[in-house]
């Protein structure tokens, strides 16, 4: 059994991985700045805000983790752009308190700094972990700020940083600023008359490259036990889809016919016309590959909006579903 700190284990990724980790046999600790004992009753909670150092530091000794999953974090571009200040204060000054704090324990801790495919330049071709770093924006520009930090820390025994950028990620409860869930909550809200059968969307051209949430955190525990210390891996699928592609399936799985009108709040300026990244060195490292199909995970969050307007959301807990 290995004891590990989750910290940001009460977001929509964490509340996933908590479980795995648990199914597996992990002893878990989460740090948050607000507790959510609902997600999960078995796990620790610490109650710290990630950019006060000592508290970090204080949660990290008391711990005595073998490993940290680092993911508190500013987590969407919209609000890193309209608060930048705080997104730096707590995606860059906080992975530099987990950080210090795990490399200062007197058996240095093995950490997992999760990063972002944001960091990437845009290019043309499925993106490879060695292609250009160009941050655009406060989230994008926060989460390399926070790999550089992580290449400071040379790798003390036993510990030692591994970072992952994962690529587009969803599933069931993750919120609606997300494209994939807002389309799902919009096709629930239609089944229900609640919305005539037509979306508001942005850009439905745009191709990203999407991960099912149940496989991410797979991929995060393989990288943890099988990565290379230093490293980073692209956690995606390698398959550029569009969100118009994405709506066919939809209606295919709803049964409903949609027409899209335009949100004009929802289409980012100079949107790169396709994101995707390539797989390979995760695959070939730690064995890792996305296993769930589109088509499932377009199912379940369907499924999760349909259980929320009917009242009877379960506990988050993909792995018990
Ligand atoms: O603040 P809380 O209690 O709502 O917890 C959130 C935590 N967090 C923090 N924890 C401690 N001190 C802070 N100042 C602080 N600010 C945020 O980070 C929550 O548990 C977590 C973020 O969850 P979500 O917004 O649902 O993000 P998600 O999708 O789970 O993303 C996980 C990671 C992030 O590093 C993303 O940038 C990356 O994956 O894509």
């Avoid at 990063?115 to 043309?124: N, P, R």
């Avoid at 709040?265 to 016309?273: A, G, I, K, L, W």
């Amino acid at each position: 059994m290995s004891r590990v700190l989750v910290t940001g284990g009460t977001g929509f990724v964490g509340s996933y991985l908590v479980p795995y980790l648990q199914s597996g046999g992990d002893d878990v600790t989460v740090l948050a700045s607000r507790s959510n004992p609902t997600i999960n009753s078995s796990v620790h909670y610490c109650e710290v805000d990630i950019r006060h150092t000592a508290g970090v530091r204080a949660v990290v000794r008391d711990t005595a983790p073998d490993f940290i999953y680092h993911l508190a974090a500013i987590s969407t571009i919209g609000t890193a752009a309209a608060n930048p200040e705080l997104t730096y204060e707590v995606n860059v000054l906080g992975a530099y308190n987990v950080f210090e704090a795990a490399m200062n324990q007197s058996s240095p801790v093995r950490v997992l700094n999760i990063s972002s495919s944001q960091v990437y330049a845009s290019a043309a071709k499925p993106l490879k972990e060695d292609d250009l770093v160009v941050p655009s924006g406060p989230y994008a520009s926060s989460k390399a700020m926070a790999e550089v930090l992580a290449t400071q820390y040379s790798e003390p025994a036993g510990g030692g940083i591994i970072t992952v950028r994962p690529f587009n990620h969803t599933g069931p409860g993750q919120s609606e600023d997300f494209v994939l869930s807002a389309i799902a909550k919009q096709f629930a809200e239609i089944e229900i008359s609640r919305r005539k059968p037509t979306l508001s969307l942005g850009n439905i051209q745009v191709q990203r490259d999407f991960t099912d949430v149940r496989d991410v955190v797979r991929a995060y525990k393989a990288v943890v036990a099988g990565g290379t210390l230093g490293e980073v891996y692209n956690v995606c699928s390698g398959i550029a889809i569009s969100i118009e592609e994405i709506l066919e399936l939809f209606q295919q799985i709803a049964g409903v016919e949609v027409s899209v009108e335009v949100d004009p709040n929802r289409v980012r300026e100079n949107d790169v016309p396709t994101i995707s990244g390539d797989v390979s060195k995760i695959a070939r490292d730690v064995g890792w590959r996305p296993q769930i199909e589109l088509p499932k995970t377009l199912t379940d969050l369907l499924n999760h909006w349909r259980l929320r307007f009917a009242g009877t959301e379960k506990t988050l807990n993909a792995f018990c579903t």
